[in-house]
């Protein structure tokens, strides 16, 4: 079975500043991984995903992650935030054969201060 | 194209009675997956569906149920309420069964009281 850590609940950060959120995963098999972002009373959208490849992954809005296989890590970075940024952040892993069903971490509030 | 359409948004039921939440995915999409969302327990897979066939069940009790359609819609039942069902209850659909990354709706925030 696979597993997610994430460990910073919230991340406090002012706009502009640089940002990291820690993502940790377990898992016995190959995975895929993901980041999603919810903002207040919506679902969840998902914001980058590594299934295989190039091993550092973009959105559309500045944010990337890379997957480190060896630190088994698949931390999310934006080098400047805004403030419509704050939200929740989930990462996901899920193995990238057989059983797929994603197994999604606790989360992590980013809060972006003016 | 229209997203992931959940109904209701909101709802209020007593301890005791049933509830049924709806489901539209996006137009194509034909793998439909139910989470519980609470703060104490995060987000939680309670069932998949693709072709109108359960492929996936996580580990809630028997009172959770849900079916899809032809049409791909689905519903979720909830029979005999508890206290602790008070969650968000999240749908999210992909086109194809397996987890390439999925299209969440808003989902419905249900109240047990």
């Known amino acids: 079975a696979q597993s997610v850590t994430q460990l910073d609940s919230q991340v406090p950060v002012f706009e502009e500043a640089p940002v990291e959120l820690r993502c940790n995963y377990s898992?016995?098999?190959?995975?895929?991984l993901f980041w999603y972002v919810q903002y207040p009373n919506q679902g969840l959208q998902l914001l980058l995903k590594y299934l295989s490849g190039s091993t550092l992954v973009e959105s559309i809005n500045g944010f990337e992650a890379e997957f480190n296989k060896s630190q088994t890590s698949f931390h999310l970075r934006k080098p400047s935030v805004h403030i419509s940024d704050t939200a929740e952040y989930f990462c996901?892993?899920?193995?990238?054969?057989?059983?797929?069903?994603?197994?999604f971490g606790r989360g992590t509030s980013l809060i972006v201060h003016p | 194209k229209a997203g992931v359409t959940q109904t209701p948004r909101y709802l209020i039921k007593t301890r005791g009675q049933q509830v049924t939440l709806s489901c539209s995915p996006i137009?194509?999409?034909?793998?439909v997956s139910w989470y519980q969302q609470t703060p104490g327990q995060g987000l939680q897979f309670l069932f998949e569906y693709f072709s109108e066939t359960q492929r996936n069940k996580g580990n809630f009790p028997g009172r959770f149920s849900g079916r899809q359609f032809s049409n791909s819609r689905s519903e979720m039942n909830v029979s005999t309420l508890e206290l602790g069902d008070s969650a968000l209850y999240l749908c999210?659909?992909?086109?194809?069964?397996?987890?390439?990354?999925?299209?969440f709706g808003s989902g419905t925030r249900l109240t047990v009281v």
């Open positions: 996901a892993v899920s193995n990238a054969g057989g059983s797929y069903i994603p197994t």
């Open positions: 898992s016995s098999v190959s995975v895929y």
């Open positions: 137009s194509g999409h034909r793998s």
């Open positions: 999210a659909s992909s086109a194809r069964q397996g987890n390439y990354g999925y299209t």
